[in-house]
Nanobody, 121 residues
């Protein structure tokens, strides 16, 4: 079984920074796409940033230039550096990983439990 555990959320003033971390544990052979999503109250979950195993990245337009995703493949970890935070960034942030536990099995999507990020004005 694979588990994703996030950390690093909290309360910050507008303009501040936070760094989210997510570590995958369990039986892991390889991780393909790892990403961060967020869900604000009353809104649908949305992709914030993605990182492929080959080093490619993709960001939501709303966070481009402010957020940076990075990963440590050796540690099965993904990070999200969030700068210049705005009140509209307030949401529960979820780690997502496309991971396989065997070379003979397909990639499976896993989610973390979420971490709250609150940005005050």
């Amino acid at each position: 079984q694979v588990q994703l555990v996030e950390s690093g959320g909290g309360l910050v003033q507008a303009g501040g920074s936070l760094r989210l971390s997510c570590v995958a544990s369990g039986s892991i052979v390889s991780a393909n796409v790892m990403a961060w999503y967020r869900q604000a109250p009353g809104k649908e979950r949305e992709m914030v940033a993605q990182s492929t195993s080959g080093g490619g990245t993709n960001y939501a337009d709303s966070v481009k230039g402010r957020f940076t995703i990075s990963r440590d493949n050796a540690k099965n970890a993904v990070f999200l550096q969030m700068n210049s935070l705005r009140p509209e960034d307030t949401a529960v942030y979820y780690c997502h990983g496309s991971i396989r536990s065997s070379y003979f099995r397909p990639y499976v999507n896993y989610w973390g439990q979420g971490t709250q990020v609150t940005v005050s004005s």
